[in-house]
C-alpha cells in the first residue's frame, strides 16, 4: 500500500468509528460539537498497522526511540516499534525503532518511583512523542518535558489528529514541531 492509500484508509476507520457530532465536555473543560475518540480504531489490527505504518514515515532517521503519554499512547508506542522491527527484519528500512517508553501521568507509588516504562535508552538520545488527539497540546508537551528531565532530547510530537483547538501552536510555541495525520476537518 502507498502512503496515500494508507492515510484514505485510516480516515475512513476514523469516520467510522472515531468521530461523533452532538454535544461533548473534552477533558480540557471546553465543550465541542466534534468529538474523536481513536482508540476504538488503534485497538483494531488494522487501524493500529496503517497509524503505525503512517507514524513511521513522519518519524525521522535521527530519532530512534518513541514515547507517550498513558494511556493514549500505550498502543501507538507498541505499534510502532512493532512496524519498525517488522520493516527492519526484511530489510524494507533504513532505520530501526529501538525501543519506546511510556510516560506516566504520575510516578509509579511503590518500588522506583518511575516516571517513565521501559527500557531506557543512552543519555541524549532523540525520543519522538507520540499522541492519539491533540488538542490543548498539554498532554504531549507533559509527556516531552518529563522525557527531557529524564536526559533525552525532543524536537518532534506527532499524532493522528490535530482537533484545530491551538495545541499544534501550543506545541511549537514550547520548541516542539507538531506533526499530524490528519487536521480535524479532514475527518468531518
Given at each position: 500500500m502507498s502512503y496515500t492509500e494508507d492515510k484514505r484508509r485510516l480516515k475512513d476507520l476514523l469516520r467510522s468509528f472515531a468521530y461523533r457530532k452532538g454535544d461533548f465536555?473534552?477533558?480540557s473543560g471546553r465543550k465541542t460539537e466534534h468529538y474523536i475518540n481513536c482508540k476504538p480504531v488503534i485497538l483494531r489490527g488494522d487501524g493500529l498497522t496503517l497509524v503505525s505504518n503512517l507514524f513511521l514515515n513522519d518519524i525521522r532517521v535521527s530519532s530512534n526511540c518513541v514515547a507517550g503519554l498513558t494511556l493514549g499512547a500505550d498502543p501507538l508506542v507498541s505499534g510502532v516499534v512493532m512496524a519498525s522491527n517488522q520493516l527492519w527484519n526484511v530489510g524494507a528500512s533504513r532505520f530501526g525503532i529501538s525501543g519506546g517508553l511510556i510516560i506516566r501521568k504520575e510516578p509509579k507509588g511503590h518500588g522506583t518511583g518511575a516516571w517513565i516504562e521501559g527500557k531506557l535508552p543512552p543519555e541524549g538520545t532523540e525520543i519522538t512523542i507520540l499522541e492519539d488527539v491533540i488538542t490543548t497540546g498539554g498532554s504531549s508537551i507533559k509527556a516531552a518535558q518529563k522525557v527531557i528531565d529524564a536526559g533525552y532530547k525532543v524536537k518532534r510530537i506527532v499524532?493522528?489528529?490535530?482537533r484545530?483547538?491551538?495545541g499544534s501552536e501550543a506545541i511549537k510555541e514550547a520548541g516542539f514541531e507538531s506533526i499530524n495525520i490528519f487536521k480535524l476537518e479532514e475527518i468531518v
Amino acid at each position: 500500500m502507498s502512503y496515500t492509500e494508507d492515510k484514505r484508509r485510516l480516515k475512513d476507520l476514523l469516520r467510522s468509528f472515531a468521530y461523533r457530532k452532538g454535544d461533548f465536555t473534552l477533558s480540557s473543560g471546553r465543550k465541542t460539537e466534534h468529538y474523536i475518540n481513536c482508540k476504538p480504531v488503534i485497538l483494531r489490527g488494522d487501524g493500529l498497522t496503517l497509524v503505525s505504518n503512517l507514524f513511521l514515515n513522519d518519524i525521522r532517521v535521527s530519532s530512534n526511540c518513541v514515547a507517550g503519554l498513558t494511556l493514549g499512547a500505550d498502543p501507538l508506542v507498541s505499534g510502532v516499534v512493532m512496524a519498525s522491527n517488522q520493516l527492519w527484519n526484511v530489510g524494507a528500512s533504513r532505520f530501526g525503532i529501538s525501543g519506546g517508553l511510556i510516560i506516566r501521568k504520575e510516578p509509579k507509588g511503590h518500588g522506583t518511583g518511575a516516571w517513565i516504562e521501559g527500557k531506557l535508552p543512552p543519555e541524549g538520545t532523540e525520543i519522538t512523542i507520540l499522541e492519539d488527539v491533540i488538542t490543548t497540546g498539554g498532554s504531549s508537551i507533559k509527556a516531552a518535558q518529563k522525557v527531557i528531565d529524564a536526559g533525552y532530547k525532543v524536537k518532534r510530537i506527532v499524532s493522528i489528529v490535530d482537533r484545530q483547538e491551538g495545541g499544534s501552536e501550543a506545541i511549537k510555541e514550547a520548541g516542539f514541531e507538531s506533526i499530524n495525520i490528519f487536521k480535524l476537518e479532514e475527518i468531518v
